[in-house]
């Protein structure tokens, strides 16, 4: 299995733009999760899913932050506008229900 | 007070020393107990979980669970350079919370 794939790696954008992350979880997976990590704060979860349908999006900062989960194999976080405090490293992961998490290479995203 | 707690460090240990790395929870209704190591630059790796009181030992490592003092500790045995990294905690209880990691120098 290839793994939880992520895209882009690198994202650099100007403030007010729209921002799409990509992920791809694990076959047979059925949790996906979204986590922001930043050194202040650490890692964070934004909003994690369970057969497609959001489970918890409290972590979701605000409005301008939305996901999706179309289907089993496909997820999308959208920052529209982006900002500067928007800038940190977004990890996808997925997992069984057993909550082992395996995680993607991340997305680089500095907004600026 | 934070729901996952850990000490940022960096804990220095010398190569071939046990390194010791402790985390404290605040919710008692937590179950599953997760070690992920990540490498500077990299995603989060699992290495250890534990779901029941007392010790788990997998190789070079030793996963230790207190529910009632609300504490999960991570030994590694013969501590290698390439064990330097920073070691992040995470609890699930109605959602799964890391801590903020502790960051281990093992030197030479």
């Known amino acids: 299995d290839a793994g939880v794939i992520q895209s882009p790696r690198h994202e650099v954008t100007e403030m007010g733009q729209e921002v799409t992350l990509r992920c791809k979880p694990i076959?047979?997976?059925?949790?996906l999760f979204w986590y922001r990590q930043t050194m202040m704060r650490g890692l964070e979860l934004l909003i994690y899913?369970?057969?497609?349908?959001?489970?918890?999006d409290s972590g979701m900062p605000e409005d301008r932050f939305s996901a999706k989960m179309p289907n089993a194999s496909f997820s999308t976080l959208k920052i529209q506008p982006s900002e500067p405090r928007d800038s940190a490293v977004y990890f996808c992961?997925?997992?069984?229900?057993?909550?082992?998490?395996?995680f993607g290479s991340g997305t680089q995203l500095s907004v600026l | 007070q934070k729901e996952v707690e850990q000490n940022s460090g960096p804990l220095s240990v010398p190569e071939g020393a046990i390194a010791s790395l402790n985390c404290t929870y605040s919710?008692?209704?937590?179950?599953?107990f997760f070690w992920y190591r990540q490498y500077s630059g990299k995603s989060p790796e699992l290495i250890m979980f534990?779901?029941?009181?007392g010790d788990k030992e997998d190789g070079r490592f030793t996963a230790q669970l207190n529910k009632a003092s609300q504490y999960v500790s991570l030994l590694i045995r013969d501590s290698q350079p390439s064990d330097s990294a920073t070691y992040l905690c995470?609890?699930?209880?109605?959602?799964?919370?890391f801590g903020t990691g502790t960051r281990l120098q093992v030197t030479l």
């Open positions: 992961a997925s997992s069984l229900p057993d909550k082992k998490l395996f």
């Open positions: 076959s047979g997976h059925d949790y």
């Open positions: 899913f369970n057969n497609n349908v959001p489970i918890d």
């Open positions: 919710d008692r209704g937590s179950q599953s």
């Open positions: 534990i779901y029941s009181n």
């Open positions: 995470a609890v699930t209880a109605s959602k799964l919370t």
